[in-house]
């Protein structure tokens, strides 16, 4: 956040009345005896028990829970233990038994237009039937599932039939490369992948067989892949191994009935790997009860869902936020989701604001880095079109720069819908800091902590910082969608995110001002995790990218200001003796980072140096080279080399 943007804490937007008067929270403070926000987030702290006993309450349970948190093991937390669940009882089942099951569940539109609807009977059919597929392919309980799909109806349906047998599923999203998938099954062990022939973006195909194929030959457990037929290119079919999904959806033994897994509140839901500080992405687990309960409380109060509503999360479903609030929150909740195959801005910049004219979207949930984009195509293009179906907007992935904020406001949401700037994380399965629509908001803020959660500001010895001081943002008690460990290194989980004095505090990586009104201000990561248009990237991964390389002897990687992704990979490297740094070499290691982690880590810039600021004990000072970069003062470099 900019000094322009803290000067901006004056800055107020009000709810209308009617927004204030419809809103799911002022019901439900009203049946509390609340008349404001600060008193019943106090309760919801004090009482925190029974207000998490009451919002699970919400949802169905096979058998009932004993106890709601259990914190004898901290920081290895359980929730709701003893109860009986699957998300997909209360994602799809529940709603068979009422009128939504002839509700529509998802709206589909492909890049070239064609439409698909899925009402939540249509969902469940799918998914009972690739359930059973699964179980004939010999998909046990507890098992882990790798998925690499594009953005396709299919991708939530995969992940849903996981879920009901009781499988994890481990999503990998479909703008990684064949290293990362590899990586990624091997350490989930699966045995199976579902995958597709290809995915459409901005009317190009990617050859997701073909990068699935790359992964497989060095993926010794995988012994079965289901192929989705998306774009018709021919592509290798591995006899043995690989099948068509449609074949095998019109078999027999994909029956229209399954019966939901019973299992454990505190079963594994799903892993989904996110960058950390060191080269080996994080295999984050969430579980069915507490994660159900956190997303669905979040997502109903937030998002203040109701059953007109037309809700578009433009997120890709392989991230925690489609995971969270495009296939599983939603769902729980009974709403109609509208989900988009494309780009932004293809074929013209107008093609979301079209989208809103024709479903007449009443919700858009989107990164900043979409909204910087968009705007930089100016006001013409939504302009052109009838957005007055909107109600609420919402940001989530990266700070938002209050221009980008007052554009969405003013010019998207025509002057009257609240912009619910979440602050979460693959970590923390669900908002955390949020608005709600009864909130007054203030641009570039996320405002306050959600209900149940307790959030702070403190400095490195755990005291809470000065208003307007910088310092870390920590979470001071655990709750229900929280990660409960890392895939095979509880160690780690423990070490990353709770190793702290005093003990006791979920440190996110993040650093933050509170101000004197209690709104948070999120800065920006304080690790070694750089976010590029919303992506999480850890500077290590790109790093050991380049120096697999064979002209790089040592790399370094760090952010930059960029004006639509919010920030830019720049490299630095060492070359080894003998090799020139050139355009061309410098052009080929982009590539080549690209090649090796995907597309969205593509730097701006690869620099040739002698030498790299390091510690004396060898570690690269990348503060130092963004303090160069920035041709700003260096700070404390005692430590450096000399
Ligand atoms: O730095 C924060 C930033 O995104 C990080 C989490 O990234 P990831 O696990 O990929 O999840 C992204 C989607 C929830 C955080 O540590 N971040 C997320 N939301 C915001 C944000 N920074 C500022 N404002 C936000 N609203």
Request: with cysteine.
């Amino acid at each position: 956040m900019t000094d322009d943007a803290r000067q901006q804490t004056q800055e107020v937007y009000y709810p209308t009345e009617s927004i204030v008067e419809q809103a799911n929270i002022t019901a439900y403070m009203r049946s509390k005896g609340f008349s404001n926000w600060d008193d019943l987030h106090r309760w919801s702290l004090d009482q925190s028990d029974t207000f998490w006993d009451e919002m699970a309450q919400r949802l169905g349970w096979y058998a009932p829970y004993t106890q709601i948190l259990d914190d004898s093991k901290k920081p290895f937390f359980t929730w709701f233990t003893g109860g009986k669940t699957n998300i997909v009882h209360n994602a799809i089942d529940r709603h068979m038994s009422t009128w939504r099951r002839n509700k529509l569940a998802f709206i589909w539109e492909g890049e070239d237009g064609t439409v698909r609807n899925f009402s939540y009977a249509d969902v469940n059919r799918e998914v009972s039937k690739l359930a059973n597929v699964l179980k004939a392919m010999g998909v046990q309980k507890g098992d882990i599932v790798s998925i690499y799909l594009p953005r396709v109806p299919e991708l939530p349906f995969a992940m849903l039939a996981c879920a009901k047998i009781g499988a994890a599923h481990s999503v990998i999203y479909g703008g990684f490369s064949h290293e990362a998938l590899r990586d990624r099954i091997a350490d989930a062990q699966s045995k199976v992948l579902i995958t597709a022939d290809g995915g459409y973006m901005r009317n190009k195909v990617i050859e997701l067989k073909k990068i699935a194929d790359d992964a497989m030959s060095s993926s010794p457990t995988i012994q079965t892949a289901i192929v989705l037929k998306r774009t018709g290119h021919a592509v290798d079919m591995h006899v043995g191994r690989d099948y068509w999904w449609h074949d095998l959806m019109a078999l027999p033994i994909a029956s229209e009935r399954c019966e939901t897994e019973v299992v454990d509140a505190e079963h594994p839901l799903f892993i989904l790997y996110t960058s950390g500080s060191t080269g080996k992405p994080k295999g984050v687990v969430h579980t069915h009860g507490g994660y159900s309960v956190g997303i669905a409380t979040t997502f109903h109060f937030t998002f203040d869902i109701k059953d007109h509503d037309i809700y578009w999360c433009a997120a890709d479903p392989g991230w925690i936020t489609g995971h969270s609030y495009i296939v599983y929150a939603p769902l729980i909740e009974g709403a109609t989701s509208f989900i988009y195959e494309g780009a932004p801005n293809y074929p013209y910049p107008n093609r979301w604001w079209q989208i809103v004219e024709r479903y007449k979207i009443s919700i858009l949930y989107t990164a900043p880095t979409a909204i910087r984009g968009l705007m930089r195509f100016g006001d013409a293009w939504p302009k052109r079109h009838d957005l007055s179906s909107l109600r609420l907007l919402g940001s989530v992935g990266e700070p938002i720069n209050p221009e980008a904020w007052r554009w969405y406001y003013d010019i998207i949401g025509g002057g009257n819908c609240p912009i619910m700037d979440t602050w979460w994380q693959t970590e923390t399965g669900g908002f955390m800091i949020t608005p709600n629509p009864t909130t007054p908001l203030k641009p570039g803020s996320g405002t306050k902590a959600f209900l149940g959660i307790e959030m702070d500001v403190v400095d490195e010895h755990g005291n809470r910082t000065a208003d307007n001081a910088d310092g870390l943002l920590v979470a001071k008690r655990p709750w229900p969608s929280i990660m409960r460990t890392i895939l095979h290194d509880a160690e780690r989980y423990a070490n990353s995110y709770w190793n702290n004095e005093p003990v006791g505090l979920y440190t996110a990586g993040d650093s933050a001002r509170r101000d004197k009104d209690g709104y948070f201000w999120v800065i920006g990561r304080i690790d070694d995790v750089i976010k590029v248009s919303g992506y999480r990237l850890g500077t290590a991964e790109i790093e050991s990218a380049l120096v697999s390389h064979p002209a790089v002897a040592e790399a370094a990687a760090i952010g930059l200001p960029h004006e639509i992704k919010g920030t830019g990979i720049h490299c630095f490297v060492i070359l080894r003796s003998g090799i020139e740094g050139s355009d061309k070499l410098s052009e080929e290691l982009r590539t080549h980072v690209a090649k090796e982690l995907g597309p969205i880590t593509k730097p701006e810039a690869v620099s040739f140096m002698a030498a790299l600021p390091k510690t004396r004990s060898g570690k690269i000072m990348r503060r130092v080279l963004k303090a160069q970069a920035l041709g700003q003062d260096l700070g404390d470099i005692s430590t450096l080399e000399g």
